[in-house]
């Protein structure tokens, strides 16, 4: 097993600047983690967003996964996802340890 750190992701309540809106996920997010030097995400989830209300209301720490299923094994529970973004990309969030855990898995 191989994680790498992405980012943190932070719900806000108000939109910041240079926000854009993510259409599939219904959700605002800042343009580029790396745009910041902590690699934060910060998060403005809108009504009828497709993920649970728990990250709307709590962070989470995105991975880097090469392969998403033994973490999903380890987890106290999945929360979203596993969820095909592309034919390469993967996407869940689980919790574990009472985190919240964005896996990210590219092959």
């Known amino acids: 097993m191989a994680a790498e750190y992405m980012h943190i992701g932070i ?3 108000n939109k910041k600047p240079n ?6 996920g219904g959700f605002w997010v800042n343009e580029s983690v790396d745009a910041y ?6 998060l403005k989830f809108e009504e009828g967003t497709r993920f649970p ?7 989470h720490v995105a991975y880097k996964v090469d392969d998403m299923a033994p973490y999903i094994a380890q987890a106290q529970r999945v929360i ?4 095909v973004l592309s034919d390469t990309v993967r996407l869940a969030f689980v919790i574990h340890d009472d985190a919240i855990i964005e896996l990210y898995e590219e092959k």
Do not use: A
């Not at 926000?19 to 599939?24: D, F, I, L, R």
């Not at 979203?80 to 969820?83: A, K, L």
């Open 53 to 59: 209300e728990i990250l709307s209301k709590q962070p």
């Open 80 to 83: 979203f996802g596993p969820e």
């Open 37 to 42: 030097d902590y690699k934060i995400e910060y």
């Open 19 to 24: 926000m854009v809106y993510n259409e599939w």
């Open 11 to 13: 719900p806000v309540l």
